[in-house]
């Protein structure tokens, strides 16, 4: 099924979750950071490895202004030369993505704010029929997959 969904995706493209976002820029500022940095600690070198493979066999990597947001805050704990490298390969990375705007209205009245929050009803909203997403988190994934949206869980990939 997981190969199914890649394959139906490739060319139209994957929305890549904050967390799992995350652990692609640390993981190219510092593969042996992962583990180290409180963020991502709950990674493997060999799960950047694994997400990277994965990534480049799609044409496009969506992502969204609130996606990116939540990335840029969560790497704020960067310290030293950690937070300046980051902000390097994170400006320069962001240029290789699509981002996708939904304005913040269009999911204020939905259910999906009060049980996940205003980035994840955005993801929900628009990833649905157009994109693959891709998720570590659990509750989101069954959510989405529930509702009619394509999606991995990356979790059953590193087990795979």
Known sequence: MIIDLINSYKK??????SNLLLLMFIGYLNKDYITKFKRTQ????????????????????????N??????????????????????IFSKSIESLNENYLESKLVINSKELLNFGLTDSVILKSVK???????????LYYYAIGNGVDAINFNHIREY
């Open 42 to 65: 709950q990674y493997l070198p060999e799960d950047f490895d694994l997400l990277n493979a994965l990534l480049i066999t799609f044409n496009k990597i969506i992502t969204t202004p």
């Open 129 to 139: 029929g157009k994109y693959l997403l891709l998720t570590d988190d659990l509750p």
């Open 12 to 17: 139209k493209g994957i929305l890549v979750d």
């Open 67 to 88: 996606i990116l947001t939540e990335v840029s805050n969560l790497a704020n704990s960067l310290s030293g030369d950690y937070k300046k490298f980051f902000g390097r």
